[in-house]
T-cell receptor, first 113, second 113 residues
Framework: GENVEQHPSTLSVQEGDSAVIKCTYSDSASNYFPWYKQELGKRPQLIIDIRSNVGEKKDQRIAVTLNKTAKHFSLHITETQPEDSAVYFCAASMGGATNKLIFGTGTLLAVQP | DGGITQSPKYLFRKEGQNVTLSCEQN?????MYWYRQDPGQGLRLIYYSQIVNDFQKGDIAEGYSVSREKKESFPLTVTSAQKNPTAFYLC????????????FGDGTRLSIL
């Protein structure tokens, strides 16, 4: 079945450094790729998303890149801050006229002050 | 203030008991979803509904049931057939068009007594 692989499962960086999280998807019909941030015990919140007609999207310190040929997409956070510490999930849409998403297993990002 | 409301925040289930988790949205979204989240795993889809009076099984529907009698409500029942119900349950919704972000509620944490 369709799946999304996410790496690494944990990531520790120093404040001010960059963080990169990578995902690979299997369904070639996927065309929507959101990223969510989840703080402990709270709801996942959308931080950025990208659609398949775009290769890169940026929003302040956060950027997402998409390589449809390789079925890879990545989240880049620059100038990390302690408040960036959380679990980050990638997701990919399933083909067809639905909003069903398949989620990666998450990356625990720790930003050390 | 528009959003998704899940209740209760914490729920305890006794052996052989069915329990129902509430999810209400006032975003006028057509589609609603239930996910289960376990430590170290991503969000796994239990059931989803794209329209009132219609719903489909997700990847882990066994031991769960849902109804969609009203657009704004999508309750999830965890039945006694679900032998390992301890988890964090998240409800989400999206507008009817495809490739839109899912908006999440605050979740319900279910534990076994």
């Amino acid at each position: 079945g369709e799946n999304v692989e996410q790496h690494p499962s944990t990531l520790s960086v120093q404040e001010g450094d960059s963080a990169v999280i990578k995902c690979t998807y299997s369904d070639s019909a996927s065309n929507y790729f959101p990223w969510y941030k989840q703080e402990l015990g709270k709801r996942p919140q959308l931080i950025i998303d990208i659609r398949s007609n775009v290769g890169e999207k940026k929003d302040q310190r956060i950027a997402v890149t998409l390589n449809k040929t390789a079925k890879h997409f990545s989240l880049h956070i620059t100038e990390t801050q302690p408040e960036d510490s959380a679990v980050y999930f990638c997701a990919a849409s399933m083909g067809g006229a639905t909003n069903k998403l398949i989620f990666g297993t998450g990356t625990l990002l720790a930003v050390q002050p | 203030d528009g959003g998704i409301t899940q209740s209760p925040k914490y729920l305890f289930r006794k052996e052989g008991q069915n329990v129902t988790l509430s999810c209400e949205q006032n975003l006028n979204h057509d589609a609603m979803y239930w996910y289960r989240q376990d430590p170290g795993q991503g969000l796994r889809l239990i059931y989803y509904s794209q329209i009132v009076n219609d719903f489909q099984k997700g990847d882990i529907a066994e031991g769960y049931s849902v109804s969609r009698e009203k657009k704004e409500s999508f309750p999830l029942t965890v039945t006694s057939a679900q032998k390992n119900p301890t988890a964090f349950y998240l409800c989400a919704s999206t507008p009817g068009v495809s490739n839109q972000p899912q908006h999440f509620g605050d979740g319900t944490r279910l534990s076994i007594l």
